[in-house]
């Protein structure tokens, strides 16, 4: 049937209307059930596929799946001459590497017209960095904790750019188990995908929403957008599977984030730590549910902290001590460990990992590097033959200030280099392997030795090893501890063993306190042993060199018997 020149005029007056304005690279119609029905711009390219090719294609298969859902939400919650801007998507791509894109959809105003009309920017950017594979949980599809503060700071940067205020909004509802009980499993998974859906449509950009802990979520959004509307939408999900507000138990609270009162690497720190008081407390500590209140708490609470460590480091109110690493063959000092202390000898472990929360733990890892190198340098004008190792962590190493930095201090020792060990340490989970291994490299070059730090306290020690060069691999010392005890921590050894005696990476085993445990990783064939047996971090380093203790040899039945069933001297 041929169409009237009214139908025509008509038709084409929604395509303009829908199209108006857009700076697109593809632009669809679609009917009601989110077919194609028209392609035009660059059809080829993005979709991989001629223009009439296109026609009658489902668009939901062309997205990753949570964003089809996403993409599906948007679809079914306009109204007729309704529009809905900036909507950010990931395509499915070639090769399975998602394509990011920017979306805006507009829904015809007459019922004869296609029912929705699509245009589609493909987002600017590094590629690897906007469509890198990230945890995500199962039900709700959001990314999780890991990776949200750094998400979210690109969020706030990107909206400060924009001359806007971002906001983070956290959120918290009942328990999984209370949500089972009340729906069942299957219901309560699909309440939980809806509820994701939900957030990730207030989200300022592509996982700007996360779940971070059971019954917790927090999604980053423009000031404009009132929180309450967010967790307005959550309680209507609960209405739809007949659970009520006080069921669901929906809290909040927001941070805003104004458009210059902190920089880059300030905002990626404290919101880390932001996070993690919201994982451990919940919403529980906002006073009165004043988000003008908890915004003032945290940040007065977290910037005090920041400017007690900068002090602290600056001022040079730490010491350094040093922890013998011996061979376990003949307990001869092979290097010391350099360890930090504050000026009250306290353990700096919970200032450590705030400082690697707050992005200044680069500033506290030079710091022991300038003791550590001025130690090395006196060692040698003295004839004395040392080896110290100092941490550093995975921040500093992906840190190009910082290594430019350490290169400076550490040039001072010349062909002695080779004499600072470099113990790359997991407690910030190290990511984006490549620039690490770059990284890695260029320290070895130098003349560094690497060694890679509490092996196996993290899922991702064996990739570490795939990429990392390294000359050695410290055992973590939960393993160490219960060696004699039992037969899973030796056998967890035992394959680290094999690895690195493949890889031709010698290893050290921290934490022994006992003969037993000695004799036991001796047994295994560790190469070389840290802990109390062999001696406590001191403040000075003994001018010789010298076995650390005489070995006490125990009965071979003894050694075999740990060997083989774990049990105890």
């Known amino acids: 049937m041929t169409a009237t020149k009214t139908e025509v005029l008509r038709r084409d007056r929604d395509r303009f209307v829908g199209f108006a304005f857009a700076s697109a690279d593809l632009l669809l119609e679609l009917d009601s059930r ?15 596929v001629e223009p009439e090719q296109a026609r009658g294609m489902q668009l939901s298969k062309l997205f990753e799946p949570q964003d089809a859902e996403l993409l599906d939400w948007a679809l079914r919650g306009l109204e007729r001459g309704q529009r ?23 829904r015809a105003l007459d019922p004869t017209a296609p029912e929705y009309l699509l245009s589609i920017s493909l987002r600017p950017g590094r590629a690897t960095e906007q469509t890198r594979a990230r945890q995500r949980d199962r039900a709700t599809g959001l990314i999780e904790a890991v990776e949200f503060a750094e998400t979210t700071a690109n969020a706030v940067r990107a909206a400060r750019d924009a001359g806007k205020s971002a906001c983070l909004t956290l959120v918290q509802i009942c328990g999984e188990a209370e949500l089972d009980r009340l729906l069942g499993p299957e219901r309560a998974r699909a309440l939980m995908s809806e509820i994701g859906t939900e957030l990730r449509s207030q989200a300022i950009a592509v996982d700007a929403a996360a779940k971070l802990g059971d019954g917790k979520f927090s999604v980053a959004h423009l000031a404009d957008r009132d929180p309450v509307a967010i967790t307005e939408a959550i309680s209507r999900v609960g209405d739809s599977y007949e659970i009520d507000s006080a069921a669901l138990k929906v809290t909040e609270t927001t941070i805003k984030f104004p458009t210059n009162s902190l920089g880059d690497d300030d905002v990626e720190g404290i919101l880390g730590y932001i996070l993690e008081k919201f994982r451990a407390d919940g919403t529980a500590g906002v006073e009165g549910g004043s988000a003008d209140a908890y915004l003032r708490k945290m940040t007065a609470e977290t910037l005090s902290r920041v400017v007690m460590m900068r002090d602290v480091i600056h001022e040079r109110r730490l010491t350094l001590v040093y922890q013998p690493i011996v061979g376990l063959s003949d307990r001869v000092l092979h290097h010391y460990e350099v360890l930090l202390r504050f000026a009250d000898g306290q353990s700096p472990f919970d200032d450590i990992r705030f400082a690697e929360q707050i992005n200044t733990i680069h500033e506290v890892d030079l710091a022991v590097a300038q003791g550590a190198t001025k130690r090395l340098q006196q060692a040698t004008a003295d004839r004395q033959e040392l080896s110290l190792a100092v941490n550093m962590s ?31 340490t997991e ?57 004699t005890e039992g037969g899973r921590e030796r056998a967890i050894i035992q394959g680290v063993l094999a690895t690195c005696k493949c890889l031709g990476i010698s290893t050290v085993a921290e934490m022994i306190e006992r003969e037993d445990q000695h004799q036991c990783l ?30 006490r040899r125990m009965d071979p039945k003894a050694v075999s018997r740990l060997l083989t069933r774990g049990g105890a001297s």
């Open 34 to 48: 989110g077919r194609i029905q028209w392609a035009g711009g660059a059809v080829r390219s993005i979709l991989d």
């Open 84 to 106: 809905r801007r900036d909507i950010d998507l990931a395509l499915r791509g070639n090769g399975g590497v998602p394509r990011p894109i920017r979306s805006c959809v507009y």
């Open 394 to 424: 995975a921040r500093s190493l992906l840190n190009e200030s910082f290594l430019a930095m350490f290169d400076e201090v550490a040039a001072r020792l010349g062909p002695e280099r080779k004499r600072l060990i470099i113990e790359v």
């Open 427 to 483: 407690s910030a989970k190290l990511e984006e392997l490549e620039r690490a291994a770059r990284a890695v490299d260029w320290l070895t070059e130098k003349g560094h030795p690497i060694c890679l730090d509490d092996f196996g306290a993290g899922a991702s020690s064996l990739p570490y090893l795939q990429q990392l060069t390294v000359c050695y691999v410290k055992i973590d010392g939960a393993y160490v501890r219960g060696i």
């Open 522 to 551: 001796l047994g295994l064939g560790v190469d070389l042993g840290q802990g109390w047996l062999y001696g406590r971090p001191v403040a000075e380093i003994p001018g010789e060199r010298a076995p650390i203790k005489v070995p």
